[in-house]
Nanobody, 117 residues
């Protein structure tokens, strides 16, 4: 399984970024895909997730109304549109895939998002 994130970078507060995650080598059924982030000195936290069946979404309270997760099932690609970015959104953002069977998790290498004030 290979998960490749892209789209991170440096942006001013109030700006927008769009993250992408391209998944390959997946030979199993996916239960959900998601974005996590980890800021320096903090634990990794769930930002947003989307299920394979039904496309149900779940967001951290801190990003509701500002971030939108979406997925292109045909191409196994996931996106995170981030608007109205705040300095506290600064973190390394990781793409995650959860298998349907056994609920195994697979991770990308991460992409840095830095929001300046």
């Amino acid at each position: 399984v290979q998960l490749v994130e892209s789209g991170g970078g440096l942006v001013q507060a109030g700006g927008s970024l769009r993250l992408s995650c391209a998944a390959s080598g997946i030979t199993f059924s996916i239960n959900a895909m998601g974005w996590y982030r980890q800021a320096p000195g903090k634990q990794r936290e769930l930002v947003a997730a989307i299920t394979s069946v039904g496309g149900m979404t779940n967001y951290a309270d801190s990003v509701k109304g500002r971030f939108t997760i979406s997925r292109d099932n045909a191409n196994n690609t996931m996106y995170l549109q981030m608007n109205s970015l705040k300095p506290e959104d600064t973190a390394v953002y990781y793409c995650n895939v959860e298998s349907y069977r056994w609920r195994l998790h697979y991770w990308g290498q991460g992409t840095q998002v830095t929001v300046s004030s």
